[in-house]
């Protein structure tokens, strides 16, 4: 089995900052790619940011220059540093693997979650 676990989330201020981690765990061959998305109540999951294995990165546009994923390879962990937080940002934030664990099953793991409020 695969887990992914996530962690960091909390309460911050506007303009604040936070870092989220997502460890991978388990019996992992390969992971070609990582990410965050985020669900705000009564609204649809929407993809925040990834990382591929070689390390390109794609953003959405409300996070562009504020939000920056990076991965430790040696650690199968993915990270997400958010800078200047806003009220919007707010919702939980899961993270997903495209991972494979053997030769013949790769498939795509999500996290349970973690929750990240900006209010002031």
């Known amino acids: 089995q695969v887990q992914l676990v996530e962690s960091g989330g909390g309460l911050v201020q506007p303009g604040g900052s936070l870092r989220l981690s997502c460890a991978a765990s388990?019996?992992?061959?390969?992971?070609?790619?990582m990410g965050w998305n985020r669900q705000a109540p009564g609204k649809q999951r929407e993809l925040v940011a990834t990382?591929?294995?070689?390390?390109?990165?794609n953003y959405a546009d409300s996070v562009k220059g504020r939000f920056t994923i990076t991965t430790d390879n040696a650690k199968n962990t993915a990270y997400l540093q958010m800078n200047a937080l806003k009220p919007e940002d707010t919702a939980v934030y899961y993270c997903?693997?495209?991972?494979?664990?053997?030769?013949?099953?790769?498939?795509?793991?999500w996290g349970q979650g973690t929750q990240v409020t900006v209010s002031s």
């Open positions: 997903n693997a495209d991972i494979q664990r053997t030769v013949s099953i790769r498939r795509n793991y």
């Open positions: 990382i591929t294995s070689g390390g390109s990165t």
């Open positions: 388990g019996s992992i061959f390969s992971i070609y790619a």
